[in-house]
């Protein structure tokens, strides 16, 4: 299956949990697209690259094949999945569609750096598509090998463009999103998987 035949779109970057061995002022990052396949099928795969002092930016080779990111276990349902990572490097890991609010595919992850009581925590949002309805979805992970997407509840999940902010404020989790099909909206709630207002 050749899940990049039709595109290749909607980057976001984060830092890299390793930053180890750079030359001075250079920064290892981790990018995510969104893939379009045959049948028009969106999946998300990742790119590791470093953004150098002078301006330049190097990714690392691509994996020559590319699997997809497997399940810890074998219950798929619409509830929060685990995965893990593909053997090989990241670029070998790709993440499909897997329950019903994804069958046609996931898009526009939206990832941030999130510091929390244990470390690092990256989160995204990325838009689960049925072929009929649309919701955001949250994406975690602290390593980049396993990965938990999980289902989200209120009014801005039903639209597109949620995002999260890197940080709480005032002791409130925030995001930019949609609560109607055009505004984009600031957004904070005391729960990170419910949006509202």
């Known amino acids: 299956y050749s899940f990049q035949a039709a595109a290749l779109l ?8 390793d930053q180890s061995g750079l030359p001075g002022g250079a920064t290892r990052f981790i990018l995510s697209t969104r893939c379009v396949g045959e049948g028009h099928l969106s999946t998300i795969a990742f790119r590791e690259g470093v953004f150098h002092a002078d301006g330049a930016i190097r990714l690392a080779p691509a994996a020559a094949t590319a699997s997809p990111a497997h399940m810890a276990d074998d219950d798929v349902h619409e509830g929060p ?4 990572k593909a053997p090989g490097d990241l670029s070998a890991s790709v993440i499909f569609p897997m329950t019903r609010a994804q069958s046609n595919g996931l ?5 941030a750096r999130f510091e929390d009581a244990d470390g690092a925590l990256y989160l995204g949002s990325y838009t689960a598509f ?8 949250r994406f975690e992970t602290r390593d980049f090998e396993t990965f938990r997407l999980l289902p989200m509840r209120g009014a801005a999940v039903f ?3 949620l ?4 940080k709480r404020i005032d002791g409130r989790y925030a995001a930019i999103g949609r609560l109607d099909h055009e505004s984009l909206y600031y957004l904070e709630s005391d729960d990170i998987g ?3 207002n």
């Open 10 to 17: 909607n980057p976001s970057v984060v830092a890299h949990p």
């Open 163 to 166: 995002a999260f902010f890197p």
């Open 81 to 84: 999945i685990t995965l893990r």
């Open 159 to 161: 639209h597109k463009a």
């Open 130 to 137: 049925s072929g009929r309805e649309l919701r955001c979805e």
């Open 107 to 111: 898009e526009d992850l939206r990832m």
């Open 194 to 196: 419910v949006w509202n």
